[in-house]
Nanobody, 123 residues
Framework: QVQLVESGGGLVQAGGSLRLSCAAS????????MGWFRQAPGKEREFVAT????????YYANSVKGRFTISRDNAKNTVYLGMNSLKPEDTAVYFC????????????????WGQGTQVTVSS
């Protein structure tokens, strides 16, 4: 069983930056691919970024490519999402998720989810 706890959300002006963290419990974190997803009011949950268990492979949604960076520190059981040049359309609840081994952009394939952290970007 893995528990995920996100932090780092908040209110920021357009063009600003935030870094989200997702702390995981359990001793097998280094075996899990991790992903970040987001959900805006009235919209479906959408893929943002994913990182392989080793941290060597990353994928991004086109909407965030070049602005967001996913990374992980397996020694700290933590995955991060650095967000730069934030736009009002980035406003959403951001969730981290974990699954064994291979990365995927499909939320239905993730086994574990955090409770989410709100990111609000004002114009």
């Amino acid at each position: 069983q893995v528990q995920l706890v996100e932090s780092g959300g908040g209110l920021v002006q357009a063009g600003g930056s935030l870094r989200l963290s997702c702390a995981a419990s359990g001793r097998t974190f280094s075996s899990y691919a991790m992903g970040w997803f987001r959900q805006a009011p009235g919209k479906e949950r959408e893929f943002v970024a994913t990182i392989s268990a080793s941290g060597t492979i990353t994928y991004y949604a086109n909407s965030v490519k070049g602005r967001f960076t996913i990374s992980r520190d397996n020694a700290k059981n933590t995955v991060y999402l650095g967000m730069n040049s934030l736009k009002p359309e980035d406003t959403a609840v951001y969730f981290c998720a974990g699954k064994m081994y291979l990365t995927t952009r499909y939320p239905g394939e993730y086994e574990y989810w955090g409770q989410g952290t709100q990111v609000t970007v004002s114009s």
